[in-house]
């Protein structure tokens, strides 16, 4: 079979071949950002927090009429508080250990600052995000020590939420560690926070701990994580619990009814809105990537509709040519054309039109993902997307002009002889 003729045939019809490739074009470049974007939202719901995630709780409460100022009394009384609801955890038959933390990988709260390797630094090294918590810290989060050692409690201080003071030891994640020390031996080296002047040596570095934040702003700095031996005294807190193996739902139960009974004065009952409550840590998680699960679903049907819609319209193109050249099938086939000549010559027809299609999608996918990553600092998109995506659309036309091919390769010459 040779082209002459076929090109000579879709210079007939230009109209239609410019839209079916244009449309081809639009669903390629389309399509293959959309799956980058997928791609992108499925690793990031799936990468690991670095915390033993099972069995985890966490409960956010506030006390009522408790003391808001940040005088030494206030603190005081609020520390005592504190320390009497973790005692009151810490004696329940289904919880193994309880750390008082001002917040979570994922859970959108997120406290950050600067570390630097000099003292008044102007410019931090790195961006990272601060955890406060106790000694039972690590143990409570399932965290993975790799070097150096933990807090002991004779390190912890407490400090009211709006207290400044940097710690004289913090300890670290590896992905931290690594970027502030790339020729390693960050244990016992020195940082200083927040661009102060106050040392803070490195006591331990943890394998992996997520920042608060889910995604978005926070990708740049996502496992940098500085844990500090602070206990942060306020009417809201915020505790970490760790149930015995099988037992989370007991320990919640048991969870509420002790922290009522040790003090009644506050507000327990779950307002998720407001960030009160208790929920396990697969709550937290499921809430952090609601929109990115969102965003792949409907990412995944905005593909699905368009690839179907292409199907479509390379069927209906297809069978349309068809039903015009059912005579000119008709001679070819008295002429000695065989039926696989008939499907060839639809199959070809298509290939070159989808072929000039998958091209400028081609152009265009890569053009398109560019202005993503200067409008929304998107990542860029690898060729591999746009490989597969044209293998993609090439099987989906040769399959879509199947259909109408056979039909038209079935014409019977005594149609065509009748006909004439």
């Not at 199959?347 to 400028?360: C, H, K, M, R, S």
Request: proline share 5%.
């Amino acid at each position: 079979m040779t082209l002459p003729p076929i090109l000579a045939a879709l210079k007939k019809h230009k109209a239609g071949v410019t839209l079916i490739t244009l449309q081809i074009a639009l669903t390629l470049a389309i399509v293959c950002n959309a799956v980058f974007i997928i791609g992108q939202r499925i690793e990031r719901v799936h990468r690991p927090s670095g915390l033993d995630e099972q069995n985890l709780f966490l409960i956010q409460q506030a006390y009522v009429g408790a003391p808001s100022g940040d005088d030494a009394a206030s603190v005081e009384k609020l520390d005592a508080m504190q320390r009497g609801d973790l005692a009151a955890l810490r004696n329940l038959p289904d919880v193994e250990s309880v750390a008082a933390i001002n917040s979570l990988p994922l859970l959108q709260s997120s406290w950050t600052g600067g570390v630097g390797l000099k003292p008044d630094q102007q410019h931090s090294t790195e961006h990272a995000a601060y955890y406060f918590g106790d000694e039972q810290m690590l143990k409570t989060l399932g965290l993975q020590l790799v070097a150096g050692r933990n807090f002991t409690s004779s390190e912890i201080t407490n400090r009211g939420f709006r207290g400044v003071g940097e710690p004289p030891m913090v300890i670290i994640t590896k992905a931290l560690a690594d970027k502030l020390f790339p020729n390693g031996g960050a244990l016992g080296k020195t940082v200083y926070l927040d661009g102060l002047a106050i040392p803070s040596t490195i006591i331990g570095v943890v394998a992996r701990m997520q920042i608060p934040a889910a995604g978005g702003w926070g990708d740049s700095f996502a496992w940098n994580s500085v844990l500090q031996p602070v206990r942060l005294d306020a009417y809201y807190t915020r505790t970490a619990v760790r149930a015995k193996p099988g037992r989370l739902d007991a320990a919640m139960r048991e969870a509420r009814e002790a922290l009522f009974n040790a003090n009644p004065m506050r507000v327990l009952e779950n307002q998720p809105d407001i960030g009160i409550g208790i929920m396990p840590f697969s709550e937290v998680r499921a809430r952090a990537y609601r929109a990115d699960i969102g965003m792949a679903i409907l990412m995944g049907v905005i593909c699905v509709i368009l690839l179907c819609v292409t199907g479509a319209g390379i069927v209906g193109l297809t069978s349309f040519w068809v039903g015009q050249r059912r005579k000119q099938i008709g001679i070819r086939r008295a002429l000695g054309a065989t039926q696989r000549d008939i499907l060839h010559y639809f199959q070809t027809e298509n290939l070159l039109i989808a072929g000039a299609g998958v091209v400028l999608g081609a152009i265009l996918a890569v053009g398109l993902n560019l202005w993503l990553m200067k409008q929304f600092q998107m990542d860029r998109m690898s060729l591999l997307y746009v490989l597969v995506g044209v293998i993609a659309l090439l099987a989906l036309g040769q399959g879509a002009v199947f259909a109408p091919a056979l039909r038209a390769s079935r014409v019977s010459p005594v149609e065509a002889t009748r006909s004439v």
